[in-house]
């Protein structure tokens, strides 16, 4: 799909991958609204990078209908939606002392990261359906969802953002077969080690230690190399229903 001109919506887009590939969008020529739950950060990344700031939470759905509402004021309705809005976190099924997991550290963080895009997808896709096609092919539109490597091969601790992160990879295929009649096209993409805020907190030494893991480059991940492939997804129309890695072949190590 030609970017240019086209509204879109990126969820998380306060901030590290979501700001890159809002980034890499408007730089497109696309009409970019920012979809993110920090209302002060989302005002002023979307000020500095030439989008539209529309808070909301990705769990809520009265909070995203009425984000993309505004989004669709003023921009009409996206046919770009790129969901990054996630959280991490790191709680042993059962601790050293014995005691269980607190069953609200997993649901929390399944609502956040597989509900949340699930609510999204959901309505961003409603409103593309409907849209006139834009290709020959039918093309209403295409969805970029975020998974991560741990939905493969989660580490210790990782029970909760595991189970989220498969549940992504398991919608990709399975809600680009439920869309194919809308013209909708869907792809996830798992990024390994992305130096994101949420990383550059970490001591350099640890960092070094991060990238040392990545087979090559030995490095951790830029997150315009994150926008690049989202944007290669959304231009490439043949691309649908897949995962893809971006990792520079890293496979976690079980801690
Ligand atoms: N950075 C990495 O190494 C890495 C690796 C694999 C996967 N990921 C995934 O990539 C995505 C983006 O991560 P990042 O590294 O850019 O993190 P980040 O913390 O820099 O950005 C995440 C953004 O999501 C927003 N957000 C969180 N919960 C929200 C909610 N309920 N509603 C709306 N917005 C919400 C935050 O405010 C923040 O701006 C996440 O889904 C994360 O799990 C990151």
Not at 41 to 53: F, W
Request: include cysteine; proline fraction near 4%.
């Amino acid at each position: 799909m030609d970017v240019k001109g086209e509204a879109a919506i990126v969820t998380g887009g306060a901030s590290g991958l979501g700001r890159a590939t809002a980034e890499a969008l408007v730089a497109a020529g696309a009409r970019v609204a920012l979809i993110d739950r920090n209302a002060d950060l989302v005002a002023a990344t979307a000020q500095e990078i030439g989008a539209l700031a529309a808070p909301a939470d990705v769990t809520d759905p009265a909070s995203v209908t009425a984000a993309l509402s505004k989004a669709r004021e003023a921009h009409g309705v996206a046919r770009i939606c790129v969901n990054c809005a996630g959280i991490g976190g790191s709680v042993r099924i059962v601790d050293r002392q014995g005691a269980p997991m607190d069953l609200d550290h997993f649901r929390q963080i399944i609502e956040v990261n597989l509900i949340g895009t699930f609510n999204v997808l959901r309505l961003a896709a409603a409103d593309m359906a409907s849209l006139e096609a834009k290709t020959e092919d039918g093309l209403k539109g295409v969805v970029v969802n975020t998974a991560s490597v741990a939905g493969y091969e989660g580490q210790v601790g990782q029970a909760a953002y595991t189970a989220s992160k498969g549940g992504v990879i398991g919608l990709t295929v399975q809600s680009a077969r439920d869309l194919s009649s809308h013209g909708i096209r869907v792809c996830t993409i798992a990024p390994g080690i992305m130096l994101t805020p949420l990383l550059m907190g970490l001591p350099e030494a640890t960092l070094d230690l991060l990238g040392d893991q990545v087979p090559f480059p030995k490095r951790t991940g830029h997150p315009s190399e994150y926008g690049s492939l989202a944007m290669e997804i959304i231009r490439n129309d043949y691309l649908n229903g897949e995962v893809i890695r971006l990792d520079g072949a890293i496979r976690m190590a079980p801690r």
